[in-house]
């Protein structure tokens, strides 16, 4: 049985996610007496996505560059591919198949993917942190010629653990996610030459290849060493990298951190980011774009200014360049 407090958080995240806006009051109080009066969250998501208002967020300028995915598997084939893993990360839709439940709408990946260009051929692209691998399959439908994407091991998240103290509301997310295999479903349904390495960031050393462009979306809030890990991807790339992530709003160069293992990270403000950029060595580095979007879910903190200060951050769409 869920709390008021976690409807209402559920809520505001499909307005986030779904609508790519704050909640209204009237919104959020509609919503939670629906819930009251029996709803269930799935239908109100629905709802969300069935509404004229995202109707028009769909057509908007970024959703019109969506991949149409091709694969030579049947719709049925497709689905049982899909059922087969669980705790899908991205949305994909191919045929007439989705993943659901999904932990990022197309509106948002698209929104991120307004920073890689439409033709990319010939292009080498490496995917940091790549999850399911959804960017990683666009840049192949965008003619890349050779695609790397990493992941690390997922943290061992025991029973133990999420009793304990430490933990947080996006470990119960992530709780049971096997992105690896979720990436080599769909890499099988997409018949890809996308290559997939479990691999740390801070350990890309070992690899004897550079790209020509390196993502890293949504991942550097969750290092203990972002430093570190810009160090480690600039010898790996000519020319740029396109990064994504929360940002605190700050004018000043800042870094929050949350040390809530094993998620927890250094989260920055976007000068912040900026500065590591030019330190490291990059020539440009700019600010693209951002989205309202905050990170309490991954915060402990119980100091009101640090929660304001949280509950008002963005996701932040970078590109540095050399
Ligand atoms: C928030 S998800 C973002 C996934 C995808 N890049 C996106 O933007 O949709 C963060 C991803 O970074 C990965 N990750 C976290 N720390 C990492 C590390 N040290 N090295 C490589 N990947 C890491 C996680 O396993 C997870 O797949």
Redesign the pocket.
Known sequence: MMSQEQIKKKIIEYYRTILCREPDKDGIEYYVKMANNGASLDNIKELFLESSEYSILKSTKFLKHAPSFKTSFSDDEVQKMFDSVDGW??YFKIGNVETTNT??TMNY?MW?SQIIPTDLNGMKIL??????G??SFLCESRGAKRILA???N?PELTDTYLKGENVCQYDTILKNKR?EERFQVLKKILNSKVDYKV????NLDSINETFDTA?F???YY??ENPVL?FQKIFPKINDSLFL?GHIIESKDPIMYLNDNKPHGGWFASSECLLQIGEKIGFKKCVLLDTLDMNFDIYSRTTDPDMKDLLNKSKIGLFKFSK
């Open positions: 990360y991205h932990r990022t990946q991120v995917d940091i942190g790549a999850n399911d959804f960017y990493i992941d690390r997922q992105q691999m740390n960031v801070y993502l979306f949504g991942v969750h290092l890990a994504s």
